[in-house]
């Protein structure tokens, strides 16, 4: 009899770490395939639904995130941020929100995308850029943070042997839900890590290759940002405590630039006077 019960449990050890191997390497076959982990053991519904439970965070706090009521605004940055979508290498319109709100804060410059497509722009971003290819390129930045799926896939990184080894182990088959609802709310996932930066300043010439707009437009932003940070960097301090050396992402921009053979921007393809007469209708 205790033979039989410790043999019994000693096939279920061995079974055990079996089953934790393979999904060790299950995992790691998965991270390896592209240098980069592009392993996510999140869906797409649960992006989209850790995107809503942050946006209704936001829309709770007007305090830290007072919603600009401008319809107006808004719809211009709509009609900017739709025409990225448009491209073909966005993969997840239709399957992502792509809602967009205006934060009415004039001390901010930034813009920022939470998992599932949920975009917001301050009100400084929109002062600080110069001409309406940038926000473009902005705008696309963040969209590639959603379509990328840079959030989860750091998440994967952080919790999925733990995640894959107890569902392979059937001890808690709802733990992904569970991450879900514990990490939802939790706004500090939105800070990207290097890489997913660089990737999205890559992505962001990507998508406005199909547009209208200059692809290499985000690198206006980068050099605004260079020529202030030594007066006004007060209004910069997040943004740089949060991205990586402007002067870097102005090189890799103009790398994809020069290897693309793109045409030198015009105002046909940089808009600033369109851009500029939109500044003059903010508050
Ligand atoms: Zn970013």
């Known amino acids: 009899m205790t033979t039989t019960v410790s043999s019994t449990r000693s096939f279920i050890r061995r079974w055990r770490s079996v089953v934790a191997m393979l ?58 941020g739709d025409q990225v979508l448009n491209s073909d290498e966005v ?3 239709g399957v992502y929100a792509y809602e967009y709100e205006i934060i009415n804060d004039d001390n901010t410059v930034n813009a920022f995308c939470t ?17 309406e290819a940038t926000l473009a390129g902005v ?12 959030a989860t896939q750091r998440m994967t990184k952080a919790y999925g042997v733990q995640v894959l080894l107890s569902l392979a182990l059937g001890e808690n088959p709802s733990i992904i839900e569970q991450m879900v609802a514990e990490i939802g709310s939790s706004l500090g996932m939105l800070a990207n890590s290097r890489s997913d930066e660089s990737e999205a300043d890559e992505y962001s010439f990507k998508y406005l290759q199909d547009t209208q707009y200059y692809p290499g437009a985000i690198k206006y932003f980068f050099e605004k940002i260079v020529a202030q940070q030594g007066s006004s ?41 369109r851009y500029k007469n939109f500044q003059a209708t903010l508050p």
Do not use: W
């Open 91 to 93: 993969k997840k319109r």
């Open 23 to 80: 999904a060790l390497s299950v995992l790691m076959i998965h991270c390896s395939d592209d240098g980069i982990s592009s392993f996510n053991l999140f869906t797409d519904q649960d992006d989209v639904k850790l995107g809503k439970e942050v946006d209704q965070e936001i829309r709770n706090n007007p305090q830290e995130y007072p919603i600009l009521g401008r319809s107006d605004v808004k719809a211009f940055v709509k009609n900017v």
């Open 115 to 131: 998992p599932g497509g949920y975009i917001y722009v301050y009100t400084g971003l929109l002062k600080f850029v110069d001409n």
């Open 233 to 273: 960097s007060d209004i910069l301090t997040d943004l740089l405590s949060t991205h990586p050396n402007p002067g870097e992402r102005i090189a890799d921009v103009d790398a994809m630039l020069q290897e693309n053979n793109t045409p030198a921007p015009t105002e046909g393809t940089i808009f600033t006077t």
């Open 139 to 150: 705008l696309a930045h963040e969209i590639a943070h959603a379509e990328r799926r840079h």
